[in-house]
């Protein structure tokens, strides 16, 4: 055990006192130093350099501005312009110098200018003004629930647009706009200004692409009113804003996702760019938006610009040459909407002594032309089509393509899906032949119904009696090949089919649909849909682009290239080249494992439906100037029958390979009748024998 005397322990404590109190006086010495220091750096500040410094505050209103980057554009394969840009010019909302008490009623006046010219302004909000109150506007429904979702108003589905807007006007501090039309307008613009994240250093677009004569009028009346900008910027334009607008695509405002999806990926994007929407535009975005600048800019109070720094330039974005030949693309569409138009009047006219299912109900179709070379896209047509022009300043034109039955904006050739009829039963011969199931030679008696499967019987066009493969092609005998799928079977069918490229995407870069093969992807399946599928029928649904894909690949002898729309890349000056589809060494995707003398059998029978009088396509190809292998199809369906066309040309060199599909057409010349426009175009100002 350890004893302490008590005169030490006064003698501890009394050391420790001294030694707080002189660490308390250090730190007392040196906070006095710093607060010195600073006293005297704020004099020179305020009072010895005051003057100074005070003229750089007042001028040091400092911001970084991101300038547009040029996109690039699209063209066809020839350079020529598909989606271009031209100047246009925007109304712009700048935070930063606007007063901020009489924004809305500058809004307001500047809605009242447009109005005069009936010209428009970004109107985002998907609820207007009815003879009953507010709605919600048809065909917003994403829109709708944006607005509605937790980020903003946090209501339920089943609320009303009046709910929504009660919260709006409280959400705007707009209670004092008695007017509905007045009110509608700027809640409109202040949720808008909201999504694009208005701010000192985000402008906002209050109008896009103004007149000329509009720039004047709103200059003229905006003299004196800060905050209001007359901007020019580069626009897209399509110089025939009708000639492909489901491959081109077009451009929008970009959303919340896409841009936090951008960010994300380490892209350059502000909340006021476009971006693209589907097509061209969406799928090569990366290449044609470009990189955009910055510049620092400093203004003085009364808003005058002291110093302009540009510390970097933007980047134009890459030029994309497509595979399309605007003067094929054109005749596309021509010949779709002639035949298509053709086929619904004679419809009209046989109905009244035939009945219903003659045509008339024929109102949408679609046709692609491939090189057999490289299966390039050289036309694809969708009807009905629309103009990309008044489609990309949406308002009522956009509202009655979304209503219209037809589907203007439904891309037909790429997307849609469609019973190919007999124009399946080459591939059935292929796969049949090459199985050993028949030989070139061997016959079948057609009796007209075939009922094998009492549950799924066949009829023919005719009564062929004992009839070959060959005459089987060319007379289109469903007999015959009810009977060759059944022997043959569903699993084998599907597997060559896939070869040739149906129900299999093409490669192309754009969106397109995988179609549908009948017992692959068939939910349920009874051994008797079998000789449904033979025949085209059954599940079987594939697009125009997978039709011509395949009959290109019976043209080239059974190897399956990826078809493609893409041609090359340059940059925006043209000189460079990005990337180049190398047509020489064109990718192969498939080969159909079919014998060159089996695919020569089934050739021959293309070519006689063509030379044969016998044969389906005779009345229009017969004494045609190039020698064509094709096969004709109809499809039933509710209504009257699809009609399908797919062939190749020249038979002995194969150079171009079209399908063509008239929903409800009918009669088989009509759609014939597409793929031969087509076929003189290419071959105007060529060599034929």
Request: net charge neutral; charged share 25%; proline share 3%.
């Amino acid at each position: 055990m350890i004893f302490t005397l008590p005169n030490e322990d006064k003698d501890r404590q009394e050391q420790q006192k001294r030694f707080i109190s002189k660490r308390v006086g250090i730190c007392v010495i040196i906070t006095l130093v710093i607060f010195c220091g600073f006293v005297v750096r704020l004099f020179f500040w305020q009072i010895a350099d005051g003057k100074e410094y005070s003229e750089i505050a007042r001028n040091s209103t400092a911001y970084s501005v991101t300038t547009d980057a040029t996109r690039g554009e699209i063209l066809d394969c020839n350079g020529v312009g598909l989606a271009v840009n031209r100047t246009g010019y925007r109304v712009a909302i700048d935070k930063l110098y606007m007063d901020e008490d009489k924004l809305d009623s500058t809004l307001l006046s500047l809605i009242r200018l447009m109005n005069t010219r009936g010209e428009k302004w970004i109107d985002a909000l998907p609820i207007k003004l009815g003879d009953n109150g507010f709605e919600f506007r048809k065909n917003r429904a994403d829109d709708i629930k944006t607005l509605k979702s937790e980020d903003y108003l946090d209501l339920k589905n089943s609320d009303s647009a009046d709910k929504c807007i009660k919260l709006l006007t409280e959400r705007y501090d707009l209670g004092k706009i008695k007017n509905k039309t007045n009110l509608r307008n700027l809640i409109s613009i202040h949720y808008n200004m909201e999504l694009c994240y208005y701010s000192n250093s985000t402008p906002y677009i209050f109008a896009q692409d103004i007149s000329s004569d509009m720039v004047a009028i709103i200059s003229e009346n905006t003299q004196g009113t800060s905050g209001v900008e007359i901007q020019t910027f580069l626009t897209r334009y399509n110089p025939v804003g009708n000639l492909a607008p489901h491959i081109l695509g077009a451009l929008g405002s970009i959303n919340q996702e896409e841009y936090e999806a951008k960010i994300k990926e380490g892209k350059d994007y502000g909340y006021n760019d476009s971006i693209g929407k589907f097509g061209i535009e969406l799928a090569y975005e990366d290449e044609l938006k470009g990189v955009g600048g910055e510049r620092m800019v400093q203004k003085n109070s009364e808003g005058n610009i002291t110093k302009l720094v540009q510390s970097e330039a933007a980047k134009p974005g890459n030029t994309v040459y497509l595979t399309i030949d605007s003067k094929l693309q054109k005749v596309a569409n021509t010949a779709l909407a002639t035949q298509i138009k053709a086929a619904k009047a004679n419809g009209q006219t046989e109905m009244l002594s035939e009945g219903e299912g003659q045509g008339e109900d024929c109102e949408t179709g679609a046709a692609v032309m491939l090189s057999v070379k490289d299966f390039s896209v050289l036309a694809s047509a969708s009807y009905p089509t629309y103009d990309l022009n008044k489609y990309s300043k949406y308002g009522d034109y956009y509202v009655a393509l979304s209503e219209a039955k037809t589907a203007p904006m439904y891309n037909r050739a790429f997307i849609g899906s469609f019973a190919p009829g007999s124009v399946f039963k080459p591939c059935v011969a292929c796969a049949a032949l090459q199985e050993g199931t028949i030989t070139p030679f061997s016959t079948v008696t057609c009796t007209k119904y075939y009922d094998y499967y009492p549950s799924n019987p066949v009829a023919c066009m005719g009564t062929h009696g004992s009839i070959g493969l060959n005459d089987a092609i060319t007379e289109s005998c469903n007999y015959f090949f009810a009977e060759t799928g059944r022997k043959l079977g569903i699993n084998t069918m599907y597997l060559y089919a896939e070869k040739f490229g149906l129900g299999e995407k093409t490669g192309l870069e754009v969106d397109e649909s995988t179609g549908f093969l009948a017992g692959r992807d068939s939910t349920t399946w009874q051994e008797g849909n079998t000789v449904q599928a033979a025949i085209g029928q059954s599940d079987n649904a594939f697009t125009p682009v997978q039709l011509a894909t395949y009959v290109a690949t019976i043209a080239n002898n059974g190897t399956r290239l990826k078809t493609h729309i893409v041609k090359e890349i340059r940059n925006y000056e043209r000189k460079k080249t990005v990337y180049k589809y190398n047509s020489s060494k064109p990718e192969v995707l498939s080969t159909s494992g079919v014998s060159k003398d089996n695919l020569a059998t089934v050739q021959s029978a293309m070519r006689n439906v063509v030379s044969s009088p016998y044969g389906t396509a005779y009345s229009v190809f017969g004494n045609y100037k190039v020698k064509v292998a094709a096969k004709t199809g109809t499809a039933e369906n509710s209504g009257s029958d699809h009609t399908v066309f797919i062939c190749y040309a020249p038979y002995e060199k194969p150079e171009v390979a079209v399908a063509v599909v008239l929903e409800h057409g009918a009669k088989g010349r009509f759609s014939m009748g597409v793929a031969k426009s087509l076929l003189d175009e290419y071959f105007k100002n060529k060599k034929t024998s």
